[in-house]
T-cell receptor, first 114, second 114 residues
C-alpha cells in the first residue's frame, strides 16, 4: 500500500485478555517502530526493528508486551493479560533507514481495555 | 534526563496571524530535532527536521523552525496561519545512531479562529 497500514483500527477487550495489533509498513522500509499514545503519557517509544538486527525493546513497559516482525515486513505487537492502563492508541511507523530521520506513521490502533 | 517540553498545551490564533510554538529539550548528546503534526483521524506527519548546519530550517506547509543551542530550543513558526493548520503539533528529539527512537513532547493543540 501507499502508507503504513494498521489493524484493527479499534479494539475493545476485557481485562485479562490477550490482544494482537498488526502493522504493515511501507514497502521497502527497513526500519519499523511501535509507539504508544495515551492521555497523560504522550507519545512513548516501545520497540523498533531494523533489518535483521536484534530489535531494540528498551521501551516496552512490561514483559506482557512483545512484538515480532516477520520476513522484514509485517509486525505484530502482542499484549498479554491486558490491563486497563494499557488503553491507548498504538502507533506504528516505518522509515527507509534508521538514519533518515523521517518516520511515516500509521493512523494507529485504539485499544480500550474494560 | 532526556526530555522535551512544550510549554503550551493549547494555543488559539486567528486565521492569518503569525504562529510560534515553543519547544525546549534536554538531551545529553548532539540532538536531532523534529516537528510532527497530527491532524484529526490522521497519522503523524513530519513537518521538518534539524540535524546540523543552518539553524533555520524550512519545512512543509510553510512552516519553519529555528534551532538555538544556547537556549536548548527548537521553536516552530509560521508567518500566516490557515484554518487547515488546526491540529496537534509534537516536538521530538533523537540522536545519531537511531533518529527514529524519539522522545516526544506532550504536544500543543492549535485552534484557528476564523
Amino acid at each position: 500500500g501507499a502508507g503504513v497500514s494498521q489493524s484493527p483500527s479499534n479494539k475493545v477487550t476485557e481485562k485479562g485478555k490477550d490482544v494482537e495489533l498488526r502493522c504493515d509498513p511501507i514497502s521497502g522500509h527497513t526500519a519499523l517502530y511501535w509507539y504508544r499514545q495515551s492521555l497523560g503519557q504522550g507519545l512513548e517509544f516501545l520497540i523498533y526493528f531494523q533489518g535483521n538486527s536484534a530489535p531494540d525493546k528498551s521501551g516496552l513497559p512490561s514483559d506482557r508486551f512483545s512484538a515480532e516482525r516477520t520476513g522484514g515486513s509485517v509486525s505484530t505487537l502482542t499484549i498479554q493479560r491486558t490491563q486497563q492502563e494499557d488503553s491507548a492508541v498504538y502507533l506504528c511507523a516505518s522509515s527507509l533507514a534508521f538514519e533518515t530521520g523521517e518516520l511515516f506513521f500509521g493512523e494507529g490502533s485504539r485499544l480500550t481495555v474494560l | 534526563a532526556q526530555s522535551v517540553t512544550q510549554p503550551d498545551i493549547h494555543i488559539t490564533v486567528s486565521e492569518g496571524a503569525s504562529l510560534e510554538l515553543r519547544c525546549n529539550y534536554s538531551y545529553g548528546a548532539t540532538p536531532y530535532l523534529f516537528w510532527y503534526v497530527q491532524s484529526p483521524g490522521q497519522g503523524l506527519q513530519l513537518l521538518l527536521k534539524y540535524f546540523s548546519g543552518d539553524t533555520l530550517v524550512q519545512g512543509i506547509k510553510g512552516f519553519e523552525a529555528e534551532f538555538k543551542r544556547s537556549q536548548s530550543s527548537f521553536n516552530l513558526r509560521k508567518p500566516s496561519v490557515h484554518w487547515s493548520d488546526a491540529a496537534e503539533y509534537f516536538c521530538a528529539v533523537g540522536g545519531s545512531g537511531n533518529t527514529g527512537k524519539l522522545i516526544f513532547g506532550q504536544g500543543t493543540t492549535l485552534q484557528v479562529k476564523p
